[in-house]
């Protein structure tokens, strides 16, 4: 109650201090932000009642965000966010730009990671859902999959170094190193703990930071149209004792033609378990690679605009995974789920979208009914400022 | 009623909803059919380089109307990850977003009529020179 009634406060002033402040600030201060209403309906549950496999009916992601240039060389970022799982600082950081090649952020931010989470505002997606890959509590039958590859958003406490770099006017390098405090989990878990690494005490549980980076570059092919390949990686410890290590890595593509914008991003997850109770698996632990399983994750989508006020979206993405899993696991030792979403964008007015959707699953695991397909509606309202 | 059915459903609910929104409310955008010939290839920049990441209301509804700050806003989107907006590049935006901000300038100066500003568009949808 007392962290609601904190972060209340913390929202109150941020939005006050900006339209309260004299117009001189708005030469260095910027406020934007957005809300997203979702409605998630999915009729081929019994009554149409999903709640036992997801999240179904209303959620809604809203957040506040100011950023202030202190100087030509210091920025600072704070944003707001508002989500399912209340009030949380997705932005609290200082960038320390040297020159374009060198900039050194320090605080809390998502380190980079990928191409989606570079586009992290809910309002600059066409699709209310998040591909599988970085889908946080809203694809089907989340708890069995304990969530995608690297659930979106995954801000964390620490300190980044990153720089881009024009080549000429046709190659645009990017680099980003970095370490944070890292996915928790308790002693003995067998897979990440997301809402332990989300929740307080928001600092580390093992005295050992995760470090990654990423590298991407982006060619100029015309001028209305670019393309963009990354690599990325995540490499550290969750439990406690520091004996079970994680790694995330990662590579996308993107290319752009005018308005038509065409993704696709692979993930994979090696995750490493603690085998001392051979009573809490399905499988009986082999002794060769026992101690691990993989996550694997991707998708393509492609954006279409069709008018000023329309856009077409589709997306393919999947799961696959690989290794032993929790005796009370609905999941086998491979398993996998793939889907496809169609969707559109309408714009109703500057600052005021609708999307809608329609995902299709198809699990490679049947459920108590005997079912191995599930369909959902997205429909969604989106406000920016 | 199966998945098939669900999608077909989906397809023609988007068709038809799509239509009924295009014939009504504002784009992102500028109307570029609306804005003088010579500013067209500035605001053609800016449409496609500021719209990669997020929408064209981010900084058409920015509210900024002073030229020193859209410099330092373009310098920072420019060192985004995978910006795409190279250093020339900022040159026709910038360019754009000075006579944009103009008009706007004008506008919140001299307010239209009440009657007109009862319609969807405003001085901005109309082209950026007054």
């Not at chain 1, 680099?175 to 067998?190: I, R, T």
């Not at chain 1, 993704?263 to 691990?292: C, W």
């Not at chain 1, 006020?309 to 999947?318: K, N, P, W």
């Not at chain 1, 398993?335 to 198809?362: C, M, N, P, Q």
Request: contains cysteine; aromatic residues 10%; negative net charge.
């Amino acid at each position: 109650m007392n962290r609601a009634i904190v972060a209340l406060v913390v929202v109150v002033v941020s939005v006050a201090v900006p339209l309260l402040s004299p117009p001189a600030w708005a030469v260095d201060r910027t406020f934007s932000g957005s809300a997203q209403l979702d409605y998630l309906f999915v009729p081929t549950e019994k009554g149409a009642n999903a709640s036992a496999i997801g999240f179904d009916g209303f959620t809604t992601e809203a957040n506040v965000k100011v950023a202030a240039d202190i100087s030509q060389h210091l920025s600072a970022n704070v944003k707001l966010c508002y989500g399912c799982h209340g009030f949380e600082a997705d932005m609290a950081y200082f960038d320390y730009r040297v020159r374009d090649e060198l900039n050194i952020r320090v605080g809390r931010f998502s380190p980079s990671f990928g191409a989606f989470n570079v586009r992290h505002d809910p309002a600059n997606h066409g699709l209310s859902d998040k591909p599988l890959p970085y889908d946080m509590g809203r694809m089907l039958r989340r708890t069995d999959w304990n969530e995608g590859v690297l659930p979106s958003p995954f801000p964390d406490n620490g300190i980044e170094v990153n720089g881009t770099h024009w080549f000429g006017e046709w190659a645009q390098l990017d680099y980003a190193a970095y370490l944070v405090s890292g996915f928790k989990a308790s002693e003995n878990a067998l897979d990440l703990d997301f809402v332990q690494s989300r929740s307080t005490y928001y600092v580390d549980n093992n005295s050992r930071p995760t470090g990654g980076g990423r590298a991407s570059l982006t060619l100029t092919l015309s001028k209305t149209s670019d393309a963009t390949l990354g690599a990325s990686g995540m490499y550290g410890t969750f439990d406690p004792m520091n004996r079970l290590t994680y790694g995330i890595f990662g590579g996308d593509f993107s290319m752009r033609f005018g308005q038509t914008n065409l993704r696709m991003e692979y993930l994979v997850r090696r995750q490493e378990f603690d085998t001392s109770d051979a009573s809490l698996f399905k499988y009986p632990i082999a002794s060769k690679d026992g101690n691990f399983f993989l996550k694997h994750g991707a998708y393509i989508e492609l954006e279409q605009p069709v008018s000023g006020r329309v856009t077409m979206l589709g997306r393919i993405d999947g799961l696959y995974r690989d290794g032993n899993v929790a005796a009370t696991s609905e999941l086998l030792r491979r398993s996998d789920v793939g889907r496809a979403t169609f969707g559109s964008l309408f714009t109703i007015e500057r600052g005021l979208r609708v999307k809608a959707s329609t995902e299709v699953y198809k699990f490679s695991d049947v459920d108590p009914n005997g079912r191995t397909v599930e369909v959902g509606f997205h429909l969604a309202f989106v406000g920016v400022f | 009623m199966r998945w098939p059915a669900y999608v077909v459903g989906t397809i023609l609910a988007c068709s038809a909803a799509a239509s009924c929104v295009s014939a009504t409310g504002r784009a992102d955008g500028l109307d570029v059919s609306k804005l003088p010939e010579a500013e067209r290839a500035d605001y053609a920049v800016f449409a496609q380089r500021c719209s990669k990441c997020h929408s064209l209301e981010r900084p058409l509804e920015s509210g900024i109307d002073s030229d020193d700050f859209w410099v330092a806003y373009v310098e920072k989107m420019r060192r985004m990850p995978s910006s795409g907006i190279s250093p020339d590049d900022t040159v026709p935006i910038l360019r754009f977003l000075h006579r944009f901000s103009e008009t706007e300038r004008q506008r919140k100066a001299h307010p239209a009529p009440a009657a007109d500003d009862a319609g969807p568009t405003r001085a901005a949808d109309t082209g950026v020179s007054p």
